[in-house]
């Protein structure tokens, strides 16, 4: 009976061993088993410790088939070995030791910092905040003390940051690549431009009013000054102060005044609409030329030829070498002229007005009603107009308070080639032919003169200093000084353009006569 149990037994349990050969398949993996054990002793007793742990992760995961033969680079049968290669290995390494690069160095990464840069892009600064190029300065200087370099830095960093050189260690290369460069003791530098008025004028009297032009600077360096119903002449050589004229009639005032290009006769527009002309020289009046119902605001000279736009929105064109003066007129306005200039070329000339016109009229003296161009961009009154010295095509105009743009204007093409928006209202530009730079006069709310780098309009600086708008600015026959005249009844002379060295001719200029620091116009 024992025997039939022993035989019920193993009929029943047929997965489990049973007597007889082992099979094919069990054999050859107890082979491939102590093959790698065979292996493994030898490498570990001629292979560092840094080699073995290299050889066990490359070979982790795979059959111990596979890992023999990437080992020995022998044949797939276990038994059959090569003489003479069983100790060889592969020097090249089967992964690149280290991390993966795409995977960022938590050790290397500044996370605040990061976090800091990523909220700053998504909360960016109004548009309407714009910071003068002073502040900019000092934000910069400020951040590089304080964070060093960490701000121009990525967020995420991917390995470590290069050891910075020893304290001075200087690399013999970089003569390789800086032999052809200019030499950084021969770059020019930015020029400096003084913040601070060179000398201040009192002009008592002055009218706070957008709509007139109370100063000019004659090419023979005279800077006339209309203070109430007195015109005074100011010697910018000398510093000689000297009263032209004075209207009669204590109600009447002088709206605005104008040299002709030689510098020798000034005319003088008037609250009554009368233009007068004045022999500087001889310190007398040649002339009274009437014809305007209104105020002359704005006056502007092209050869013996003077042009006049008053409050009704006319212009007139005056022959002042003739008895009648009065050859042409202009009505191509609404309302009160407040900006009138003769293109260099004199081919063009450019009127604004109190209508948000800005019109272009051609240089026939025949009387007219439709302007070759009629620009109706400006939102405000177009008092500020420039005529580019170097481009005689090209026109500056500035808006009011309403507006605050400085447009650019192809006259050729009749075309806007670009608008600025100043933030605050634009009462006078200016052109410089050295540095090829604009500057502009502003009202509310920083009283501010502003230098541009023309044609990319970048701010070069901000002069500050007058508590009250600017209505007016002039500059000097030698291009180097702005004087700028405002409703806080002071007159401040800006040496903001000094003619660069190397550029120097040698043809001797007037110099500004020295003066105190406050002096009065009167």
């Known amino acids: 009976m024992s025997h039939?149990?022993?035989d019920v037994r193993r009929l029943l349990c047929l997965d489990g061993n049973t007597s007889g050969p082992t099979m094919r398949w069990q054999r050859k993996a107890r082979e491939v088993s102590s093959c790698n054990n065979s292996i493994n002793i030898s490498m570990n007793r001629s292979m560092n410790k840094s080699l073995n742990k290299s050889h066990n992760a490359s070979t982790m995961g795979s059959s111990p088939l596979k890992a023999l033969n990437m080992s020995h680079g022998s044949n797939k049968t276990p038994g059959k070995k090569t003489p003479g290669k069983t100790g060889k290995r592969s020097k090249t390494p089967t992964r690149t030791p280290g991390g993966d690069r795409f995977i960022p160095n938590r050790s290397a990464t500044d996370f605040e910092m990061g976090h800091f840069k990523m909220t700053n892009e998504l909360?960016?600064?109004p548009d309407g905040e714009l910071m003068s190029p002073s502040k900019l300065e000092y934000q910069r200087v400020m951040n590089e003390n304080l964070n060093g370099r960490s701000m121009d830095s990525k967020i995420l960093k991917f390995k470590q940051p290069v050891p910075s050189a020893p304290e001075g260690f200087q690399n013999n290369l970089k003569v390789l690549y800086s032999q052809t460069k200019t030499p950084g003791s021969t770059r020019k530098t930015t020029r400096h431009i003084p913040q601070a008025p060179e000398r201040i004028l009192d002009a008592p009297e002055i009218m706070d009013d957008y709509y007139l032009n109370l100063i000019d600077w004659s090419s023979t360096n005279f800077l006339a000054v209309a203070l109430a119903n007195n015109v005074y002449l100011w010697n910018a050589t000398s510093g000689d102060i000297q009263q032209l004229m004075q209207l009669e009639s204590p109600d009447d005032y002088v709206s605005s005044v104008s040299w002709i290009p030689e510098g020798n006769y000034l005319s003088v527009g008037t609250s009554s609409g009368a233009v007068q002309l004045w022999d500087v020289e001889h310190n007398k009046k040649l002339r009274t030329m009437t014809g305007h119902a209104a105020r002359v605001g704005a006056m502007s000279w092209n050869s013996y030829i003077l042009s006049s736009g008053s409050r009704t929105g006319n212009i007139h064109h005056h022959d002042v070498r003739t008895p009648e003066h009065h050859v042409a007129t202009?009505?191509?306005h609404t309302q009160e002229i407040c900006g009138l200039r003769w293109s260099p070329d004199k081919r063009f000339?450019?009127?604004?007005?109190?209508d948000n016109l800005l019109n272009i009229w051609p240089s026939t003296m025949e009387s007219s009603t439709t302007p070759q161009y009629s620009f109706t961009q400006h939102q405000a009154a177009v008092k500020a107009?420039?005529?580019?010295?170097?481009?005689?095509?090209?026109?500056?105009s500035g808006g009011g308070t309403a507006d605050r743009h400085i447009r650019f204007w192809n006259i050729n093409a009749g075309t806007c080639l670009n608008s600025i928006d100043t933030k605050s209202q634009v009462c006078s530009l200016l052109w410089n032919t050295e540095y090829r730079e604009l500057v502009s006069g502003h009202g509310y709310a920083q009283n501010q003169i502003i230098i541009w780098k023309y044609p990319a309009m970048q701010r070069v600086t901000e002069l500050l200093g007058h508590t009250a708008r600017i209505l007016h600015m002039?500059?000097?026959?030698?291009g180097n000084t702005v004087i700028s005249a405002a409703a806080d009844e002071t007159l401040r002379?800006?040496?903001c353009f000094a003619s660069d060295p190397q550029k120097k001719k040698s043809t001797t200029k007037p110099k500004m006569g020295s003066l105190s620091r406050a002096s009065s116009i009167r």
Do not use: V, Y
């Open 123 to 125: 909360n960016p600064p």
């Open 330 to 332: 202009l009505a191509g």
């Open 493 to 495: 002379l800006w040496k």
């Open 349 to 354: 000339l450019a009127s604004g007005a109190n």
């Open 474 to 478: 002039c500059i000097s026959p030698d």
């Open 4 to 6: 039939l149990d022993d």
């Open 385 to 396: 107009l420039a005529w580019c010295p170097w481009q005689p095509a090209l026109l500056a």
